[in-house]
């Protein structure tokens, strides 16, 4: 079954894009005439989620006033514009708007192009490979080689039976984290209600063996400064010429 929910994490204020987020969200600045959160939306819809929360803090009106333009998936607002919530504490807050069970989790600012057509896309064999009977979450990984505009640095290390660790120099399979997670929403029930990092469920999980890896087919694109932004537009080009 498809996972039909799921969550946005777009609060954050992308100073690192200034000067072009000193009146944008980030998650509005358009690569290849799209903003990048329709990339990220249309991928979730794509896989079958019909409702998606996404929290806003920075711009928070420009949010809302974009995203109550879509028709799929349905939008619900998680308002951050008191206090940012960091990327755990965004996400437990906006978790709290859906009716529970097993969810998809995406950055605003993290997507993917290039999927194969008429195969199963990523996140839904991500939702698939997710199992809460073995796992927390399953995390969504790509090679390095496989990305533009990240900073080098390796998450991970993937196991061949699936199991994510914390990458050290020399480890084997090295992965970055593509930002995207399949988890049963029940697993922050405990959380507390300031901000804090997802990572600490990160590595709760790793101490247990349930944190999990998915390789991403295509190519992951990320943009961290202004000038990421024709590099992101290129690899666009490369993958989608007749656009």
């Given at each position: 079954m498809p996972i039909t929910n799921?969550?946005?994490?777009?609060?954050g204020l992308g100073t690192r894009l200034r000067p072009v987020t000193d009146?944008?969200?980030?998650?509005?600045?358009?690569?290849a005439g799209k903003p990048m959160i329709d990339y990220v939306l249309d991928l979730l819809a794509a896989a079958g989620v019909t409702r998606a929360v996404v929290n806003v803090h920075h711009f928070a009106g420009q949010m809302e006033e974009h995203l109550g333009r879509r028709e799929a998936p349905h939008i619900l607002?998680?308002?951050?514009?008191?206090?940012?919530?960091?990327?755990?504490?965004?996400?437990?807050?906006?978790?709290?708007?859906?009716d529970g069970g097993p969810v998809l989790v995406m950055n605003a600012d993290l997507f993917w192009i290039g999927e194969k057509p008429r195969q199963p896309c990523n996140l839904k064999k991500l939702a698939e490979f997710?199992?809460?009977?073995?796992?927390?979450?399953?995390?969504?990984?790509?090679?390095?080689?496989?990305?533009?505009?990240?900073?080098?640095k390796r998450d991970f290390s993937l196991s061949e039976d699936g199991r994510l660790t914390r990458y050290e120099e020399g480890m084997e399979h090295p992965v970055v984290y593509a930002g995207a997670?399949?988890?049963?929403?029940?697993l922050l029930a405990d959380a507390p209600d300031e901000a804090f990092n997802l990572n600490i469920y990160f590595d709760r999980a790793i101490a247990r063996?349930?944190?999990?890896?998915?390789?991403?087919?295509?190519?992951?694109?990320?943009?961290g400064s202004p000038e990421a932004i024709a590099e992101a537009e290129a690899?666009?080009?490369r993958f989608r010429p007749e656009g």
């Amino acid at each position: 079954m498809p996972i039909t929910n799921a969550m946005v994490l777009a609060a954050g204020l992308g100073t690192r894009l200034r000067p072009v987020t000193d009146t944008l969200p980030k998650p509005l600045v358009r690569i290849a005439g799209k903003p990048m959160i329709d990339y990220v939306l249309d991928l979730l819809a794509a896989a079958g989620v019909t409702r998606a929360v996404v929290n806003v803090h920075h711009f928070a009106g420009q949010m809302e006033e974009h995203l109550g333009r879509r028709e799929a998936p349905h939008i619900l607002i998680s308002d951050e514009r008191d206090a940012l919530m960091n990327s755990g504490g965004g996400l437990a807050k906006g978790l709290k708007l859906l009716d529970g069970g097993p969810v998809l989790v995406m950055n605003a600012d993290l997507f993917w192009i290039g999927e194969k057509p008429r195969q199963p896309c990523n996140l839904k064999k991500l939702a698939e490979f997710f199992d809460p009977e073995r796992m927390d979450m399953a995390l969504l990984c790509v090679r390095l080689e496989d990305t533009t505009g990240h900073n080098g640095k390796r998450d991970f290390s993937l196991s061949e039976d699936g199991r994510l660790t914390r990458y050290e120099e020399g480890m084997e399979h090295p992965v970055v984290y593509a930002g995207a997670i399949a988890m049963d929403a029940a697993l922050l029930a405990d959380a507390p209600d300031e901000a804090f990092n997802l990572n600490i469920y990160f590595d709760r999980a790793i101490a247990r063996g349930r944190l999990f890896g998915l390789m991403l087919e295509g190519h992951w694109i990320t943009v961290g400064s202004p000038e990421a932004i024709a590099e992101a537009e290129a690899a666009i080009r490369r993958f989608r010429p007749e656009g």
